[in-house]
């Protein structure tokens, strides 16, 4: 049993508790006043308010800007046992969301109170990303449970380095369990091949998968543009849908490869109605500005743009090239879709850059549609980082 009397404490500076008492679980290196007794990155330690009051037990690494992530504000614990409680309810949740689905994101990190912590499970193959130094401790406790409770085949990670580099932790991935091969998975309608050995992020963006669904109700006779398609799902939707002819665009000979490949998956790979374009989005959106070649439907579900505050600035000015440009070959009437996945940028930004791109066109835009994430991944509302991704539809007058 773990106790707050054999644990480090974190005393914070005065009035530093308001936002960790409503459950925000960061607490920043230049709140904490000082560090009472021994504890080493990743472990866990007591969080006390200036005033002596215990706020909750947490994840240490004094290496990064986020000192310590709250696990848990249960007083006496054992790890395993909170950590196999934090994973049921995670899974538990899932599976009423999608009972006849055998893949999806299993833990989304601060918004499952598991922090730093990402599962995606693609049948029995569960793919972790570690993101804190107190999960990468831990992370054989993890793989236990997966093991023991959910009969998992396959373990490994695929991290984001940036994040890694954040808080100090090496960037190499590792095979914790079983092998690192190929999953055909579904998302309830489509089938997709995933090589993790030749594949970006965890291999497959569960986060759109609600947002893919719901283009299949305006996509049917039209032209429909795929940029950025990555593996394909928005366009492989709107064939599934009706669609006369879908264009995929990736600067990633490995993603037009899987594009390719996931056609085959759902015997849509017939040649009159789609193309598979190799090339850089701007580059093909100029051509088509040159060859005045038009869409009836233009997605752009381009990468993040800003990956910290310091580059939001450029990369609005991104957004809006890239709006303006998708506009240009979109016929009028027409639908757009456009993603942003760049946390540090607002919805009210990105509609602005929406109208910015519109009003040098001299053409005006009516919103149809707005979402985020499918609800495998959760927003825990008093932590706005857990909200992240923009998927907003528009058409053009």
């Known amino acids: 049993m773990t106790t707050t009397a054999n644990m480090a404490r974190i005393i914070l500076k005065p009035k530093e508790d308001g936002r960790v008492l409503r459950g925000h679980q960061w607490i920043f290196s230049n709140?904490?006043?000082?560090?009472?007794?021994?504890?080493?990155?990743?472990?866990?330690?007591?969080?006390?308010?200036?005033?002596?009051?215990?706020?909750?037990?947490?994840?240490?690494?004094?290496?990064?800007?986020?000192?310590?992530?709250?696990?848990?504000?249960?007083?006496?614990?054992?790890i395993e046992a909170a950590f196999l409680e934090k994973l049921k309810s995670a899974y538990s949740l899932r599976k009423s969301l999608f009972p006849n689905r055998d893949s999806f994101r299993f833990v989304f990190s601060e918004s499952d109170f598991l922090p730093g912590l990402i599962i995606d499970k693609y049948n029995d193959t569960f793919v972790l990303q570690i993101n804190s130094a107190g999960m990468e401790a831990h992370k054989n406790i993890i793989v236990s449970i997966l093991q023991q409770q959910y009969n998992a085949k396959n373990i490994f990670t695929m991290h984001d380095e940036y994040f890694r580099r954040l808080e100090g932790l090496l960037p190499e991935n590792e095979i914790l369990f079983g092998e690192k091969g190929v999953e055909v998975i579904s998302d309830g309608d489509i089938?997709?091949?995933?090589?993790?050995?030749?594949?970006?992020?965890?291999?497959?963006?569960?986060?759109?998968?609600?947002?893919?669904?719901?283009?299949?109700?305006?996509?049917?006779?039209?032209?429909?543009?795929?940029?950025?398609?990555?593996?394909g799902g928005f366009g492989l939707h709107a064939l599934h849908a009706g669609a006369s002819h879908v264009t995929f665009v990736d600067s990633s000979r490995l993603e037009i490869s899987n594009v390719e490949e996931n056609l085959r998956q759902n015997d849509l790979e017939d040649n009159a109605h789609y193309s598979a374009v190799c090339e850089d989005v701007f580059?093909?959106?100029?051509?088509?500005?040159?060859?005045?070649?038009?869409?009836?439907?233009?997605?752009?579900?381009p990468p993040a743009f800003a990956k910290n505050k310091k580059s939001v600035k450029i990369a609005l000015k991104g957004y809006e090239k890239l709006h303006r440009m998708a506009l240009s070959i979109l016929k009028p009437g027409g639908f757009l879709v456009s993603t942003s996945c760049s946390h540090h940028i607002t919805k009210e930004e990105y509609l602005h850059v929406a109208i910015q791109a519109a009003r040098k066109l001299d053409t005006q835009l009516q919103l149809l549609y707005s979402a985020g994430a499918s609800p495998d991944h959760p927003v825990l509302l008093i932590m706005p980082e857990t909200e992240y991704l923009k998927f907003i539809v528009f058409r053009k007058r």
């Open 31 to 78: 709140e904490i006043a000082f560090v009472d007794g021994d504890v080493q990155n990743g472990d866990i330690a007591a969080v006390y308010s200036h005033s002596n009051f215990l706020l909750g037990c947490g994840f240490y690494n004094k290496n990064s800007l986020i000192a310590v992530r709250i696990f848990t504000q249960t007083i006496d614990f054992t």
């Open 191 to 231: 089938k997709y091949k995933i090589d993790f050995n030749a594949t970006q992020k965890t291999g497959f963006f569960f986060d759109q998968v609600a947002n893919r669904k719901y283009i299949e109700s305006f996509v049917a006779g039209h032209t429909v543009l795929d940029a950025f398609s990555n593996s």
């Open 283 to 301: 580059v093909y959106l100029e051509r088509c500005l040159n060859e005045k070649k038009m869409f009836d439907v233009v997605m752009i579900d």
